[in-house]
């Protein structure tokens, strides 16, 4: 993978958290400090329900990617959910965000995830062109809905 990606650690809080109220302001999600730093400590001390990657430099990350892990009986195990993939807008269309989605599936595969979801803007048709690009493929019975507890 010439993308080079990092498993984010303590140490790169501040990266992380720069790149995600980045994509959150992009997308309008509305989100506190607080919020945004309770979701994301605990993936980069060790957490065993998901990991953050940055993708780039390790000094100078260009974006990141949070895979969370949960339980399929469909699948037959462990599956992955692309929480949220961001690159930053500068460095956008130079594919790696493609690059990015095709090979880390490979490396989630070979730790025993069985399989990869994530989820979609049904007005965003050029991530939906990424992802079909990259293989994900929507699941017409199934539509996602979420209970916030």
């Not at 605990?42 to 949960?70: D, E, M, Q």
């Not at 462990?78 to 807008?89: A, T």
């Not at 990259?134 to 199934?142: A, G, V, W």
Request: proline share 6%.
């Amino acid at each position: 993978m010439s993308t080079a990606l990092h498993l984010a650690k303590p140490e790169n809080l501040d990266q992380v958290l720069t790149l995600v109220v980045a994509f959150h302001q992009e997308c309008g999600l509305s989100s506190t400090d607080d919020h945004r730093r309770a979701g994301i400590e605990p993936l980069l001390n060790g957490h065993p329900y998901g990991v953050i990657y940055l993708i780039g430099p390790a000094r100078a990350p260009i974006g990141y990617v949070v895979i969370t892990l949960g339980w399929s009986l469909e699948f037959g195990g462990m599956d992955g959910f692309v929480d949220e993939i961001y690159i930053r807008p500068p460095v956008r269309g130079r594919g790696i965000a493609t690059e990015v989605l095709l090979e880390l599936p490979k490396t989630l595969a070979a730790a025993g995830v069985k399989a990869l979801h994530l989820e979609v803007d049904r007005e965003n048709e050029t991530a939906q062109r990424l992802y079909a690009r990259t293989r994900f493929i929507p699941r017409d019975r199934y539509m996602l809905m979420t209970k916030e507890l």
